[in-house]
């Protein structure tokens, strides 16, 4: 027996769109399989590794734990609605200018945290980015680079002010401490 379908209707990247989606599908599924979205990556598909990071009504969900019927009526961005007619959103062009990507995989989930991200947070102490991306697992282990990024996003977009400093250790001034020779 063919499954039911269930009508969705959402604001995807900034476009309404109606789709039917099977009532048992993940937002993943309905984003890659109905919509053609596949930018948003398919991983673990149990909430652990964040390359399937969407925002949903602003909020970054793993899209591999939603139900694609709890997405209607709600506004979906994918990695697909950063980019405008002007080029890559500051982040992606960020990401590119530190070389954040080595496969890649894991980057659209990496994007779609950071964005929201900053849009909490405009200027984030290298802890606070550390937190934010937390739930995105880089098996390229490429996390400077990208930590460096959404760092350079956050001065590229509101660059007036400063960004937290991080508190620095002063190795000097700890008894005892073992210094390598320079
Ligand atoms: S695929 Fe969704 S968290 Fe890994
Ligand atoms: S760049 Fe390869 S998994 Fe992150």
């Known amino acids: ?5 269930v009508a969705v209707a959402a604001t995807v990247n900034g476009r309404a769109r109606a ?19 596949t930018g948003t990556k398919e991983c ?16 970054s969900v793993d899209s591999c734990l939603m ?30 200018d530190t070389g954040a990507a080595q496969c890649g995989f894991c980057i659209p989930g990496q994007l779609m945290s950071a964005v929201a991200l ?3 947070t405009p200027h984030p102490s290298r802890a606070e980015i550390e937190e934010g991306l937390a739930g995105n ?13 959404v760092e350079r996003a956050a001065d590229a977009v509101a660059p007036a002010r400063a960004r937290t400093a991080e508190p620095r250790v002063d190795v000097a001034a700890i008894p005892d401490a073992k210094v390598a020779p320079q």
Do not use: K, N, W
């Open 67 to 96: 139900l694609a019927v709890e997405a209607d009526g709600a506004t979906i961005e994918t990695v697909e609605g950063l980019a405008g007619r002007a080029g890559l959103s500051a982040v992606q062009a960020a990401f590119l």
């Open 137 to 149: 697992l880089c098996r390229c282990a490429g996390y400077e680079q990208i930590f460096e990024a």
């Open 19 to 37: 789709f039917e989606v099977e009532a048992h599908h993940t937002l993943l599924e309905s984003l890659r399989d109905d919509l053609g979205l």
């Open 118 to 120: 900053l849009a909490d």
């Open 44 to 59: 673990c598909l149990v909430g652990e590794c964040g390359a399937c990071t969407v925002l949903v009504d602003g909020r």
């Open 1 to 5: 027996m063919t499954p039911a379908r």
